[in-house]
């Protein structure tokens, strides 16, 4: 299989990023809803807060990788060819869930930046991104949250569309992001 993408097949790179960020957002996810199980200040709610935000940030820097990587080389042709409107319609989905990859942990960031806190990552401090500011917190929050929580819906779509094209369309849609078999 070849590194970089094919007209017929996406490469290894591309193919391993999307599974690892596949990962990082069930881990991101998984610690943000995990951590409530605990209580305010106890040592599991503070691990589990740390471990969302170091995979939050893992999501920010690979995914400038993934952009380069989908416009190094050719995206592989669906075959047969889907209709216009779902060709669209994935257009839109990649942009949306690209963003999401971007604006959440980039407002996470911002929002510990506005609370004066270090963000972590595997053992290093980010710096911060702005000044220690209470009044700007809430709106930062709020629109992590809310693209954070859209996020649920965005990759259940994504999956959902996936399977579609898979036994129903019963194109190489989903076919194309598995890794060869050998």
């Known amino acids: 299989m070849a590194m970089l993408n094919t007209q017929e097949r996406y490469g290894s790179l591309s193919i ?30 503070d691990l589990l807060k740390s471990l969302h935000f170091m995979f939050g ?22 075959s047969p060819t889907p209709a216009n409107y779902q060709k669209k319609a994935a257009t839109v989905m990649h942009i949306a869930l690209y963003g999401l990859m971007i604006i959440t942990p980039f407002m996470g960031w911002l929002l510990l930046s506005s609370v004066g806190r270090p963000v972590p990552f595997f053992g290093i401090e980010l ?31 994504h999956a959902v569309a996936a399977l579609f094209h898979h036994y129903v369309q019963k194109d190489n849609t989903f076919t194309r992001m598995l890794p060869s078999k050998r």
């Open 57 to 78: 940030m893992s999501i920010f820097f690979l995914v400038w990788i993934r952009l380069a990587l989908r416009f190094m080389g050719p995206s592989p042709a669906i």
């Open 127 to 157: 710096p911060t991104l702005i000044a220690e500011n209470e009044e700007i917190k809430p709106l930062i929050k709020e629109i992590h949250q809310t693209i954070g929580s859209t996020g649920y819906y965005l990759i259940a779509l």
């Open 16 to 45: 391993a990023m999307h599974w690892l960020m596949l990962i990082l957002m069930v881990l991101v996810y998984t610690t943000v809803e995990l951590h409530e199980l605990f209580d305010k200040g106890s040592e599991p709610r």
